[in-house]
């Protein structure tokens, strides 16, 4: 069981906006602004998109944002694209193992 | 550009140690945190642990009993060993930079170890 709740799958349509999220605790997203996204293509090693909430990467599109709202961080993909069908994984700072991942979140994109 | 890279052997028997490297390219290593994280066959990430460059280390409740980290900053890498390793060890390795352990940038391709005899 991971320590941060994603949904098991999402999926929309080219040109539409879906977003995913990732759930904790006050000991993990709840206490710190040190949350991070992660795509995932099949067979690839996952590719920082989103740290410390919603900053973005150089050479990351910026139709990929991020916020957080108490113990829930969201991950928001705008303009849906074919190659945005990935996986994706939230991971957050804590102060009792340091770091925790979702359980990933399967995008796809109809 | 920095790069990072695993190497080591793809199969490990029941009980014995799983060894790994994980060869820093870009950037010296005697600087900011390094980390190992694994993703068994079909599942999820699982964050193993973090060597900082004075040599600290913090590593997942789960496998800290079994797990050693340590630097060769003369060749610019660190390393993974797991001991007591079970099937439930296969996975892909993967090594990564860990910026003030706020996030994972870049990743290695990643290694697969396979525990069977």
């Known amino acids: 069981q991971s320590a941060l709740t994603q949904p098991a799958s999402v999926s929309g349509s080219p040109g539409q906006s879906i977003t995913i999220s990732c759930t904790g605790t006050s000991l993990d997203i709840g206490d710190y602004n040190y949350v991070s996204w992660y795509q995932q293509h099949p067979g690839k090693a996952p590719k920082l998109i989103i740290y410390?909430?919603?900053d973005r990467p150089s050479g990351v599109s910026n139709r990929f944002s991020g916020s957080k709202s108490g113990n829930t961080a969201s991950l928001t993909i705008s303009g849906l694209q074919a190659e945005d069908e990935a996986d994706y994984y939230c991971?957050?700072?804590?102060?009792?193992?340091?770091?925790?991942f979702g359980g990933g979140t399967k995008l796809t994109v109809l | 550009q920095v790069q990072l890279q695993e190497s080591g052997p793809g199969l490990v028997k029941p009980s014995e140690t799983l060894s790994l490297f994980c060869n820093v390219s870009?950037?010296?290593?005697?600087?900011?945190?390094w980390t190992w994280i694994r993703q068994p066959p079909g599942r999820g990430l699982e964050w193993i642990g973090y060597?900082?460059?004075?040599?600290?280390?913090n590593c997942n409740p789960s496998m800290k009993s079994r797990v050693t980290l340590s630097l060769d900053k003369s060749k610019n890498q660190f390393s993974l060993k797991l001991r007591s390793v079970t099937a439930a060890d296969t996975a892909v390795y993967y090594c990564?930079?860990?910026?003030?352990?706020?996030?994972?940038?870049?990743w290695g391709q990643g290694a697969l170890v396979t525990v069977s005899s």
């Open positions: 990564a930079r860990h910026p003030d352990r706020r996030w994972f940038d870049p």
């Open positions: 410390d909430v919603n």
């Open positions: 060597i900082y460059h004075s040599g600290s280390t």
């Open positions: 991971s957050s700072y804590t102060h009792i193992v340091t770091q925790v």
């Open positions: 870009g950037v010296s290593i005697s600087s900011d945190y």
